[in-house]
């Protein structure tokens, strides 16, 4: 059974280490090692992690008292994090968070989401309506013109409109 619920300061610690896993494990046979640690280089959590994470919408999947996975979005509409635990990857869970964080989403009166999604992402957020926003290309402090066509988090994706429930 999968619990979805609002981020609390104590899950700050499982949040990273889903972060981590499904960077280095999950996205492994999409991104080469290098790529891999040059999004993560450090798996240590910093120390804010958890209150930037508790000053944003987010929430998380808990299965068996354990978290499997979460995403995150800032009020402005961005879609920070959307990450599960390698072994939960295929199996629904993303779907999930991502209607309940719609859900949230909506109820603030958010009307749009962007996202600078990974080459791994594009599918899911494709399938899920989103469509590619050039526009949103240079935000929170991202500049793919400079970065390689093949780096990992410099595809600009947009939701908009919401979709209504």
């Given at each position: 059974?999968?619990?979805?619920?609002?981020?609390?300061?104590?899950?700050?610690?499982?949040?990273?280490?889903?972060?981590?896993?499904?960077v280095?494990?999950g996205?492994?046979?999409?991104?080469?090692?290098?790529?891999?640690?040059?999004?993560?280089?450090?798996?240590?959590?910093?120390?804010?992690?958890?209150p930037?994470?508790?000053?944003?919408?987010?929430?998380?999947?808990e299965?068996?008292?354990?978290?499997?996975?979460?995403?995150m979005?800032e009020?402005?509409?961005?879609?920070?994090?959307?990450?599960?635990?390698?072994?939960?990857?295929?199996?629904?869970?993303?779907?999930?968070?991502?209607?309940?964080?719609?859900?949230?989403?909506?109820?603030?009166g958010?009307?749009?989401?962007?996202?600078?999604?990974?080459?791994?992402?594009?599918?899911?957020?494709?399938?899920?309506?989103?469509?590619?926003?050039?526009?949103?290309?240079g935000?929170?402090?991202?500049?793919p013109?400079?970065?390689?066509?093949?780096?990992?988090?410099?595809?600009?994706?947009?939701?908009?409109?919401?979709?209504?429930?």
């Amino acid at each position: 059974m999968t619990l979805i619920r609002r981020f609390r300061l104590e899950d700050a610690a499982a949040t990273r280490e889903v972060f981590v896993q499904a960077v280095r494990i999950g996205a492994a046979g999409r991104y080469s090692e290098a790529e891999r640690l040059d999004w993560v280089p450090d798996p240590a959590m910093p120390e804010d992690w958890g209150p930037w994470l508790e000053g944003h919408v987010t929430l998380v999947a808990e299965e068996a008292g354990r978290i499997a996975g979460f995403f995150m979005v800032e009020r402005d509409g961005y879609l920070n994090m959307a990450f599960v635990r390698p072994d939960r990857m295929g199996r629904g869970l993303a779907d999930r968070l991502y209607s309940a964080l719609l859900d949230e989403v909506r109820a603030l009166g958010i009307p749009r989401l962007h996202v600078l999604a990974s080459r791994y992402a594009q599918g899911f957020f494709r399938r899920h309506g989103w469509q590619p926003a050039p526009e949103f290309a240079g935000m929170n402090g991202c500049d793919p013109r400079q970065a390689p066509q093949d780096n990992p988090v410099n595809r600009p994706m947009k939701l908009d409109p919401v979709p209504a429930a």
